[in-house]
């Protein structure tokens, strides 16, 4: 298995690029790519996890796995990526920008510090990956690049208001720049799940909030979520939203007053 300092010979097999690839949607989206003939730079903070899953990729796929332990809220994180891929001498054609967390609690109480982090991975990070990739990529082939938001990016998040505000942002910020590249060789596609069985509540000490009980939105398993995305990503969907039921919120969303969508939001993001 290639590590991120190995020298390899450039195999023909096309190279996916996973943040947050240890476990969640980030890991489902890394055996379906495995599983389509993808080799895999997997991305995530945690080096021991990360090669777990390499090892478990390989042996179930065959595919070569680039293992880079990086803390991406580090704003020198994304260069050094693409550094250890021009060491291997290779050309990503796929970009899942999946990596995240939540920090919950009423905004004046909550750790600043915590949430800057948050802000420099969901955003700084995602620009800083997004730009280098398209930069760098092969324009004789196909490129594309998804970026997981939220359901969280259509209202306003009551108890989590910096985190909604990202998750908007990465919605605008896809959706401009599928326009840009409309009918080149670059596809951008928005990935809007509504809660999803993962340790994503627990890490925000967040599992007795009234939206991870899967009422009155399911939850879903992370694999089905990322297989959503991967099917929207193929067909060049600009944005999908797993799930009828999600998608029905979705939908009141766009068409309610944004008072009682902040309203509704903060009911379901309050403590059971």
Not at 137 to 154: G, P
Request: hydrophobic share 45%; proline share 4%; glycine share 6%.
């Amino acid at each position: 298995m290639p590590n991120e300092t190995a020298h390899q010979i450039p195999p023909a097999r096309p190279l996916a690029i996973v943040t947050g690839a240890s476990s969640g949607i980030g890991r489902a989206f890394a055996d379906l790519l495995a599983a389509d003939g993808h080799d895999l730079a997997l991305i995530a903070r945690n080096e021991d996890r990360l090669r777990e899953t390499a090892d478990e990729l390989q042996r179930g796929h065959g595919v070569d796995v680039i293992v880079i332990a990086r803390d991406l809220s580090d704003p020198k994180a994304a260069a050094e990526v693409f550094s250890v891929l021009e060491r291997e001498e290779r050309v990503a054609n796929v970009l899942i920008n999946n990596a995240g967390f939540n920090v919950y609690g009423r905004f004046e109480d909550t750790d600043l510090d915590r949430e800057l982090e948050m802000i420099r991975l969901h955003l700084i990070a995602t620009t800083q990956l997004t730009k280098l990739f398209l930069r760098r990529r092969d324009r004789s082939r196909e490129n594309l690049i998804l970026n997981v938001s939220s359901v969280a990016a259509l209202v306003p998040g009551p108890s989590v208001s910096v985190h909604f505000a990202t998750r908007a942002h990465a919605l605008s910020f896809s959706l401009a720049l599928s326009e840009e590249f409309r009918g080149t060789d670059v596809r951008v596609t928005c990935l809007c799940p509504g809660p999803t069985r993962s340790a994503f509540f627990a890490r925000a000490a967040m599992e007795d909030v009234r939206l991870a009980s899967g009422w009155p939105m399911r939850l879903m398993d992370a694999q089905d979520v990322a297989r959503c995305g991967y099917e929207a990503l193929k067909a060049g969907k600009r944005m999908v939203v797993p799930g009828a039921r999600n998608r029905v919120i979705a939908a009141a969303a766009s068409i309610v007053p944004r008072r009682l969508a902040t309203v509704f939001t903060r009911w379901i993001m309050s403590r059971t």
